[in-house]
């Protein structure tokens, strides 16, 4: 009775995830070590998705919902400070997009509504304020 029982949990947490159709895709670097996790439901993203850099340290964290960015998008730099914050809605970015150095000093800020350019600016690091525009941002490839 207890083996039966046994081999009935065992398959219920074997296959539950293909009957739910929710899995998590591990891609490796060459080493072995971790460079991203990201989980499926059939074949569209949900939830969170983690990038690393070689050293196993985070480097990237994006939201999904129903296959789309869905909202914030941060990435680190390699010390562990944020170097940039995205908000999506619908896999277009919408809100504040705020940029840091390798520091951790604010140094970029740019609006976006509904995926459109609205204005941005860039700091110094005495922290003055000058506006920016989208074509220096895509020269940048800050945006696409």
Excluded: C, H, Q
Aim: proline share 1%; aromatic share 18%.
């Amino acid at each position: 009775m207890i083996r039966i029982l046994f081999l009935y949990i065992f398959f219920i947490f074997l296959f539950l995830p293909i009957f739910l159709n929710a899995y998590f895709v591990t891609k490796k670097y060459p080493n072995m070590e971790i460079k991203s996790i990201t989980e499926f439901s059939g074949i569209k993203k949900i939830n969170i998705e983690k990038f690393f850099y070689k050293n196993n340290k985070l480097k990237k964290i994006i939201n999904w919902s129903n296959g789309k960015k869905n909202g914030k998008e941060i990435t680190y730099w390699n010390n562990g400070n944020i170097a940039v914050i995205k908000n999506y809605r619908n896999n277009k970015l919408d809100g504040e997009v705020i940029g840091y150095n390798y520091n951790g000093i604010k140094n970029l800020s740019v609006y976006f509504n509904n995926g459109n350019f609205i204005n941005g600016f860039s700091y110094n690091k005495e922290g003055k304020k000058s506006k920016i525009s989208f074509e220096i941002l895509r020269k940048l490839n800050f945006i696409k």
